[in-house]
């Protein structure tokens, strides 16, 4: 593993992480929780009317040590009605299922996971939370530029992200876009919790460069290393293929985790 070029650039790219069958298995068991899963009006309301942003702020903040599904904004008509089958609409499952789900912390918590973790000096790591993310034909949306420290503070000590491929990531189904070496910038803001408001405190209100955004176009098994420094976006897929990817954030149990983080730490 090229420790310098994480380093240098800010990401790392491994091919062959991941074997086939543990793509598959978490693809399957992402399937059977979102069979399993009931959009009840209370869950569709929530993103379907500006108007009910604090509930789904409720369903976001509450979401830390759940297994719970995020719908993409264009996934409900104008009467919050899904204009196409659930398992075509949803963004995201988050935020612990590397701990709630035995599939997803089987793999979660692999010693080649570990391993990895170690390699890159994380002392003693700790996972912060996991997203399964569809990235949907034709309605995935886009993720605007940002550094993960933004929504996950970690004090003096980046957090690091893992990023798996489950399905081939390119450019025309959204891969990720990253800005090489951008993780020697500065935070630019970070998102805080007080009881159930958020709010943001901004250091740098600068646009991103984004023409030196290169993209990041992986086969399925790959991992993605991110720096939680480093900006990085995804755009629309507007594609007929879907992107699926698995998500993991880490710290190192020796730092200091903010405490006005949205995020409660786990304690598993
Ligand atoms: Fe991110």
Same mark, same amino acid.
């Given at each position: 593993?090229?420790?310098?070029?994480?380093?240098?650039?800010?990401?790392? =790219?491994?091919?062959?992480?991941?074997?086939?069958?543990?793509?598959?298995?978490?693809?399957?068991?992402?399937?059977?929780?979102?069979?399993?899963?009931?959009?009840?009006?209370?869950?569709?309301?929530? !993103?379907?009317?500006?108007?009910?942003?604090?509930?789904?702020?409720?369903?976001?903040?509450?979401?830390?040590?759940? =297994?719970? !599904?995020?719908?993409?904004?264009?996934?409900?008509?104008?009467?919050?009605?899904?204009?196409?089958?659930?398992?075509?609409?949803?963004?995201?499952?988050?935020?612990?299922?590397?701990?709630?789900?035995?599939?997803?912390?089987?793999?979660?918590?692999?010693?080649?996971?570990?391993?990895?973790?170690? %390699?890159?000096? =994380?002392?003693?790591?700790?996972?912060?939370?996991?997203?399964?993310?569809?990235?949907?034909?034709?309605?995935?949306?886009?993720?605007?530029?940002?550094?993960?420290?933004?929504?996950?503070?970690?004090?003096?000590?980046? =957090?690091?992200?893992?990023? !798996?491929?489950?399905?081939?990531?390119?450019?025309?189904?959204?891969?990720?876009?990253?800005?090489?070496?951008?993780?020697?910038?500065?935070?630019?803001?970070?998102?805080?919790?007080?009881?159930?408001?958020?709010?943001?405190?901004?250091?740098?209100?600068?646009?991103?460069?984004?023409?030196?955004?290169?993209?990041?176009?992986?086969?399925?098994?790959?991992?993605?290393?991110?720096?939680?420094?480093?900006?990085?976006?995804?755009?629309?897929?507007?594609?007929? %293929?879907?992107?699926?990817?698995?998500?993991?954030?880490?710290?190192?149990?020796?730092?200091?985790?903010?405490?006005?983080?949205?995020?409660?730490?786990?304690?598993?």
């Amino acid at each position: 593993m090229d420790l310098t070029s994480y380093q240098d650039n800010g990401y790392l =790219i491994l091919n062959d992480f991941l074997t086939e069958k543990e793509c598959s298995a978490l693809i399957h068991r992402a399937q059977e929780l979102v069979s399993e899963f009931e959009p009840t009006d209370e869950v569709k309301t929530v !993103f379907s009317t500006t108007d009910q942003a604090h509930t789904q702020q409720k369903y976001f903040l509450d979401s830390a040590d759940k =297994i719970r !599904f995020f719908f993409e904004k264009g996934a409900f008509d104008e009467h919050g009605n899904l204009r196409f089958p659930k398992e075509k609409s949803l963004n995201k499952i988050g935020h612990a299922l590397h701990y709630k789900d035995p599939i997803f912390a089987e793999i979660s918590n692999s010693s080649k996971i570990i391993d990895l973790a170690k %390699k890159l000096k =994380i002392s003693d790591p700790l996972l912060l939370q996991s997203m399964y993310i569809f990235k949907q034909p034709f309605i995935g949306d886009e993720v605007i530029p940002h550094q993960d420290n933004t929504y996950v503070h970690v004090k003096d000590h980046p =957090i690091t992200g893992f990023w !798996f491929a489950l399905q081939d990531a390119t450019i025309e189904n959204g891969c990720l876009w990253v800005i090489p070496g951008g993780h020697k910038t500065p935070l630019k803001s970070r998102m805080k919790r007080h009881g159930d408001e958020i709010s943001f405190d901004i250091f740098d209100d600068s646009p991103w460069e984004l023409e030196k955004m290169i993209p990041l176009e992986v086969p399925r098994g790959s991992v993605i290393v991110l720096h939680g420094l480093l900006p990085h976006m995804s755009k629309e897929n507007l594609s007929p %293929k879907s992107r699926h990817a698995y998500t993991l954030h880490l710290m190192s149990s020796e730092h200091d985790y903010a405490e006005d983080n949205w995020l409660k730490k786990p304690t598993v």
